[in-house]
């Protein structure tokens, strides 16, 4: 019995098809698949798997529903070798699928909402990767008018406190004046008072 393992990365190349389809298959067909591929989050698929996975496909591609593939995998399940291994494209070559061919059924529809839900996804992705620039715009326009803002206030602060210093040093130069004008009057009536002699 061949014990190697697939991930889904090279399951889904093999299949030519995305990982998303592929994890939908895991899980719609789970029931028809190994116990390591679709009972555990690490999705490691045995040959049996990856051939029952190629069934898919094909049936699949010819239009057939999930029940129907469902109903032709139950007695694959038993019988491994019951379906033959189909013929796979040269790795690198594209699949053309032209409206009205077989293959161009239910299969293609599932990739093609699986791709249109991926493009959404990464549009909503890319709107609020754009949303988030716009935001750190406004913030970082914010932090440099609020840095420009407190900048003003300190060199406003800084000549107040400027002027502050100045009225003081007025202040106290109109004290000394004063003072001395005080004192010269006290002195000149003290002269006149010895003059006159009170």
Known sequence: MDSTFYNADDVAAQ???TPDVLRHWT???AAQLSVSAAGSSYYRY???DLRRLR???DLLGQGKSMDEVTSHLAPDTHN???TPDPVQPAPGSAVVIHPGDPD???GSMVLREVLTGF???QEAILNSQQANRNLMGVVIQDNFSLKEENAKLRERMMKLEQELNELKRQQAEQRAHLE???RQVEQRRDWLSRLVGF
């Open 15 to 17: 299949l030519q098809v």
């Open 27 to 29: 899980r719609e067909f």
């Open 46 to 48: 045995t040959a049996d």
């Open 55 to 57: 069934t898919v496909r």
């Open 80 to 82: 491994a070798a019951a």
């Open 104 to 106: 161009s059924g239910t």
């Open 119 to 121: 493009a959404a996804g």
């Open 180 to 182: 001395l004008r005080l």
